[in-house]
């Protein structure tokens, strides 16, 4: 396949992966069999922008809200989770290829053993790769992530680290789950809702936004390549003129 060039790439792009349980109610399916085909679409799009040459992407899986949905949603979405990782040893020559990080955001607290023991191995395995960091927000709120970055601040200078004047923004950044990436150029929402929905709360200050009505299991490269066509024409000013 030939792939569009563009003039200028975000360096990070987040996907809010919304809309599987309205596109399985529309195939007449389970909640659950729109979550499979959203993560297909979830690999594809992350090795389309492995291929093109953006530097990170962060998905949004799972919030610390999505826990209040019914159980077996909740157990079927870890369930996936556990076999996408168990999958992903079937890839490694593929992920060493595209030369793809993976890391996970979020509280690992209350998720099941074997997810995160292959959480733990998935992260060990690609640490060394740098063509692309791919983020999975799991278990992710941006407001957690800013108490937890809040208290590991007052930690230090509990212990007489730091002063209490060298709190600044670079320090918060240094203390956030994505410390060290670029902060999302652009954040893309599908399904038709116009909302962060906590994600990426503190990263997302000067964020573009891409909105549309498409449901994220239709998600498509197609898709992605109208998201860069349309970076193109913003003008990022960053408060200046």
Not at 20 to 40: S, V
Not at 129 to 156: D, F
């Amino acid at each position: 396949m030939e792939m569009k060039k563009f003039e200028v790439l975000p360096r990070h792009i987040g996907f809010i992966m919304d809309g599987n349980g309205r596109w399985a109610k529309n195939q007449g399916l389970k909640r659950g069999e729109g979550h499979i085909a959203g993560a297909k679409v979830f690999k594809k799009i992350g090795e389309y922008c492995a291929d093109l040459g953006i530097e990170c992407v962060t998905f949004y899986a799972f919030s610390t809200e999505n826990w209040s949905r019914p159980q077996e949603e909740v157990d079927g979405l870890m369930d996936l989770f556990i076999d996408y990782l168990i999958d992903g040893d079937s890839r490694l020559e593929e992920n060493k290829e595209r030369q793809m990080k993976l890391k996970f955001i979020g509280e690992r607290e209350g998720l099941p053993q074997e997810l995160l023991e292959l959480i733990e191995k998935a992260e060990r395995e690609t640490k060394d790769y740098n063509k692309i960091t791919v983020n999975i927000a799991l278990n992710y709120g941006g407001r957690a992530e800013l108490v937890h970055s809040v208290k590991a601040i007052a930690e230090k200078v509990k212990n007489g680290e730091i002063a209490i004047d060298d709190i600044n923004e670079d320090l918060i950044s240094q203390n956030i789950y994505t410390s060290g990436q670029p902060d999302p150029d652009i954040i893309v929402r599908p399904s038709g809702e116009y909302r962060l929905s906590n994600f990426l709360t503190w990263q997302s200050a000067y964020s573009e936004f891409w909105f549309s009505d498409i449901l994220w299991p239709d998600f498509t490269t197609d898709d992605v390549d109208a998201v860069l066509e349309d970076y193109q024409k913003r003008h990022r000013r960053f408060g200046g003129v």
